[in-house]
């Protein structure tokens, strides 16, 4: 059976999408092209969140984060919040140039894995 492996792409409505692209491309180092932010290789953890009660976020995987900190505040980034450690990994929230709420997180990938699947079998149980 065929099955979806991961999100193909986030669709935002931006007025000046060239500028907060470039914005991407210098802060965050991501590859950009006219059409936005592309990802060659597959992001193997991904969570859509239908519920957050929040603005919207979008979360990026890094593979060290308090490097890419140090990075961030050398190039005046917002840090909206520090770094917070968690059995599945370490998050940090920034600001993009049109206050939108970045989060990044380096996974502990088998921490993550092993949570995923118990909250999967354990909402199975519940349908």
Do not use: C
Not at 18 to 41: A, P
Not at 57 to 70: G, Q
Not at 95 to 115: A, H, R, S, T
């Amino acid at each position: 059976m065929a099955r979806i492996t991961g999100i193909g792409g986030v669709f935002l409505n931006i007025t000046d999408s060239n500028k907060l692209l470039r914005w991407y491309k210098d802060i965050l180092n991501l590859d950009i092209t006219e059409h936005g932010i592309n990802f060659l290789e597959p992001n193997k953890l991904t969570l859509l969140t239908f519920n957050n009660k929040n603005k919207t976020i979008l979360n990026f995987t890094v593979d060290n984060l308090e490097l890419f900190l140090e990075e961030l505040r050398s190039k005046d980034v917002k840090i909206v919040k520090e770094i917070s450690t968690f059995k599945y990994g370490k998050f940090i929230q920034i600001e993009d140039i049109l206050g939108n709420v970045i989060e990044l997180w380096e996974p502990f990938e088998e921490e993550y894995k092993k949570m995923v699947k118990k909250e999967i079998a354990d909402f199975k149980k519940k349908t």
